[in-house]
């Protein structure tokens, strides 16, 4: 079954420490990308991947950090979490950026 | 910047068609896409359409595309409770890459 899967579901933490989002795929997608879901604001894209070791800045890339060392895997890394970065969060792959096809469930975060 | 704009909330009546309107101002957009959001999921893409089409119909879902006017519409026939969900609309330009800018989304409540 194609699926994109997100760790941890929900997380709540303090300002400062670090944390990290997993994203991996089983699709063999090249693209990736990670979205930000606020209230009010629909979504916006934080990062996207064209391939293995190589991303690039979305809309709102401020505060974070992503890797991509392997095709399946997409970590979001906050170094120093803070409040504003309380959001739903989705990772998305697809086979082109032209058409993103498939979404992780999300993973709740809240930055106290 | 881009901007894509939807109304908030839709009411309709299971059985009846339900139309979901959406308005975006960049007049090079080349994709533009309708994604559904049940609570405590991701999106999921229903349908996208190109820009140079003026409709496209799949089973219940017909989207169409007013270029002149930049306004895009998702109608859905014989609405049942189970289409009772958040629905995006979304466009992306062909560039350099195709960050996509989606609305704020529409919630769709299907009543009996």
């Known amino acids: 079954e194609a699926q994109v899967t997100q760790n941890p579901r929900y997380l709540i933490t303090v300002t400062g420490k670090k944390l990290t989002v997993t994203c991996s795929q089983n699709m063999n997608h090249e693209y990736m990308s990670w979205y930000r879901q606020d209230p009010g604001l629909g979504l916006r894209q934080i990062y996207y991947?064209?391939?293995?070791?190589?991303?690039d800045k979305g809309d709102v890339p401020e505060g974070y950090k992503v890797s991509r060392k392997e095709k399946r895997n997409f970590p979001l890394i906050l170094e120093s979490p803070s409040p504003n970065q309380t959001s739903l969060y989705f990772c998305a792959s697809s086979l082109s950026d032209r058409l993103i096809q498939h979404f992780g469930d999300g993973t709740r975060l809240s930055i106290l | 910047g881009e901007d894509v704009e939807q109304s908030l909330f839709l009411s309709v009546r299971e059985g009846d068609s339900s139309v979901i309107n959406c308005t975006y101002t960049?007049?090079?957009?080349?994709?533009l896409y309708w994604y559904k959001q049940e609570p405590g999921a991701g999106l999921q893409l229903l349908t996208y359409i190109f820009s140079n089409m003026d409709m496209k119909q799949d089973q219940r879902l017909t989207v169409l595309l007013n270029k002149k006017d930049k306004h895009l519409s998702l109608r859905i026939a014989d609405t049942q409770t189970g289409d009772s969900a958040i629905y995006f609309c979304a466009e992306s330009t062909a560039g350099g890459s195709y960050i996509p800018t989606f609305g704020r989304g529409t919630s769709l409540i299907v009543h009996p």
């Open positions: 991947s064209m391939n293995v070791e190589v991303t």
């Open positions: 960049d007049s090079s957009s080349t994709y």
